[in-house]
């Protein structure tokens, strides 16, 4: 064992020991704190959306010969991790939110914004044996009482569903009048605020669509889940 990790290990029992959270210490050593969770919210796809033909990692048109949606289009870089910080295989990563103009593709949403025939509104993903996945979408709108977010469930085998929301440094003003965003703790939101930013584009050998892909804003969102329910697997404290 590592120096770091027994020190780790160390201050994990200490902590919980003289009665603190692992939360308290986790910018030290001890664990990750799990990902908050947020409400589902009214517009989560019923089973019809979710029989629909496009649900892949590109929210931007519903295939590749598609018109694209309306909006600024951003990239969502995200890995999925255990408290131990373990990168986690084969989670399904769904995501849904509004479109440009604010509106979501539920009968629930009953504001008169228009919806966007082009638009996915949402996906599910797969992480990899990183636990990374990536998205393309465009900046959600915003609509009556919420700021602008994407929601997010993540399914991990023998693990609780987590169902949560990502929000955007951008949108700072709007944020922290927003309900469901202020009612996280400070370290809770900042772990779903999420910044975007363009970086140059790389090589001149990459294909046109790879480039297309790397110069938009990207935004990296980091979710970590909680124990798993398998009493046999070996958890952290
Ligand atoms: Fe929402």
Redesign the pocket.
Known sequence: MSSQSSRRRFLTKAAIASGLSAHLVHHGFAWEPPTASATK?P?YPIPEIAKQKYYDADLTRLDPQSPVAQGDQILVRGVVVGMDEKPLDQVIVEVW??CAAGR?NHPQDKNDRPMDPNFQYWAKILTGADGAFSFRTIQPGK?PG?TP?I?YRIVAPKRPELVT?MYFESQDEFNKKDGIYMELKPEQRKAVTVGFESKPIGSDSKDAATQAIEKLPTGHFRIVLGPTNDSKATQPM
């Open positions: 919210g517009f939110q509004a979501y609509y919420r977010h929601h929301q």
